[in-house]
């Protein structure tokens, strides 16, 4: 499996994640969501993402019956999406029982949506307040903060904050708000926000390849998964709800190589002109759970 190294974490990641969200959830049961865990990781997969509102603690509960066996080696995420600190400290606790560690080695600030909650998260009280003592006491050795709605707010955030590590929306239809069908190429994480946190050196990871399965068919998923490779990240972060899924992306990130610029324009200027307008509208306000 290839690697990248996270930013300045200086930590070596798989180019493929395995996302624990809802898809993870599609499972069903534990034993079948393990089994599919512990095959992300044989196959190759570092990178394991949760998050306690993926089904109220229940992934990172499923997470955490593998990690008592297989933490070594793991890079473990999970996410808060509280914003007051003391709120998401209860989480953060809550979250280490059920991954049955004692660190993690990255926390998220879970969905950042617009300017009032990047005040909330900033506040003297609130959550990212709370990240800094505990990557300070080692409980968590880097920090990030995730976003999927708006490349602006993601933009502000990482220019005045520490933040070790984002994750935002970047797929081959260029999520994020646009101001005219005409001009798709000026709002979007790729153009926005990708340049600060390249520019800090931060660990970059992409999530909603497939834009939330919106791309499902508009291109076949290996050249989805080769685009949003191709970009300046560590890895590809991809929930996969079926066994097959795994071997088959695994497959893709083995083999992967580079997708020419050119190619990637290309694609993206096709995919954004049929898809992108609605993929702004769903994702405007997209509670990730």
């Given at each position: ?8 974490t200086g ?39 949760t ?27 999970t ?19 059920r ?35 505990l ?17 602006h ?71 989805l ?10 890895a ?21 190589a ?19 307008l ?12």
């Amino acid at each position: 499996m290839p690697t990248r190294v996270l930013g300045r974490t200086g930590q070596r990641v798989s180019i493929l994640g395995l996302g624990c969200g809802s898809r993870l959830l599609m499972y069903k049961d534990e034993e079948n969501g393990q089994a599919a865990l512990n095959r992300a990781l044989d196959l190759g997969i570092n990178y394991v993402d949760t998050a306690y509102s993926y089904g109220d603690g229940v992934s990172e509960t499923w997470v955490g019956g593998v990690m008592k066996s297989r933490r070594k080696g793991v890079f473990l995420v999970t996410k808060v999406e509280r914003r007051k600190g003391d709120e998401a400290l209860r989480i953060i606790e809550g979250s280490l029982k059920r991954l049955q560690t004692d660190h993690l080695d990255l926390i998220h600030v879970h969905g950042l949506m617009d300017e009032d909650d990047l005040k909330s998260v900033e506040a003297p009280d609130g959550v990212l307040s709370t990240l800094y003592k505990l990557r300070d006491q080692k409980v968590t050795r880097f920090i990030g903060v995730t976003c999927h709605n708006d490349p602006h707010v993601l933009k502000a955030a990482l220019e005045h904050n520490d933040f070790d590590c984002t994750q935002m929306a970047l797929n081959a239809a260029r999520v994020g708000p646009t101001k005219s069908f005409h001009d798709p190429w000026n709002e979007c994480f790729e153009t926005i926000a990708l340049p600060v946190a390249r520019s800090k050196n931060m660990g970059i990871t992409a999530m909603k390849v497939f834009g939330q399965d919106k791309l499902a068919g508009a291109a076949p998923a290996s050249t989805l998964i080769r685009y949003a490779m191709s970009l300046p990240i560590a890895a590809a972060v991809i929930g996969m709800p079926k066994l097959a899924y795994i071997g088959e992306n695994v497959h893709v990130a083995k083999n992967f190589a580079p997708m020419p610029e050119d190619e990637m324009r290309n694609l993206s200027r096709d995919l954004a002109e049929k898809y992108k307008l609605a993929l702004d509208s769903f994702f405007h306000g997209h509670i990730d759970s």
